[in-house]
């Protein structure tokens, strides 16, 4: 028996965006509540917070994509629909990804490219061209499963700030 197939959202981004982050795919509360990282445990927004020094995580989820839009951060995920009985990505099976490389050539202003996890790295790395003037950065998971700790994690985040 397969396991249920989930589909992931819409890319969060603006013709000016300069940093993109991308994840694997959303997880089930993700995609009960239709919001990016929408799990209290995930650290994504406490971590983009500390990045662009503003509140993100004490903010309603319009004005945290809003706060995005002005900072010129965009999110998406690498894979368009996979496989998956739980919110782990070691029990993703079936991936389809998205087509980054179409996303990222409507993206004039991209400067950098940032994966949050590995699961998300391995599989979108494999999606893009060579690129010139954009940065690629491997990011420790904002999951809460990966525990190398939240300093650990802030410490490797807030390398993005030199693209905004």
């Known amino acids: 028996m397969s396991a249920p197939r989930h589909a992931s959202f819409a890319p969060h981004v603006a013709r000016d965006t300069r940093l993109l982050i991308l994840g694997s795919l959303p997880g089930a509360r993700s995609l009960a509540e239709r919001q990016y990282y929408a799990h209290p445990t995930n650290q994504f927004w406490r971590l983009l917070g500390d990045v662009l020094a503003r509140p993100l995580a004490a903010m309603p989820y319009a004005e945290r994509l809003a706060e995005l839009h002005a900072m010129k951060v965009g999110l998406w995920d690498v894979i368009r629909s996979a496989e998956r009985r739980t919110s782990s990505d070691s029990l993703i099976r079936e991936a389809e990804p998205h ?7 409507d993206l004039p202003a991209l400067r950098m490219i940032a994966f949050n996890g590995g699961k998300a790295a391995a599989i979108g790395r494999r999606q893009l061209p060579p690129l010139e003037g954009i940065a690629i950065v491997d990011l420790p998971s904002s ?13 490797r985040w807030l390398a993005l700030r030199a693209t905004l």
């Open 99 to 105: 087509d980054l490389a179409a996303l990222v050539a």
């Open 143 to 155: 999951s809460a499963a990966h525990t190398i700790g939240l300093a650990a994690k802030r410490d």
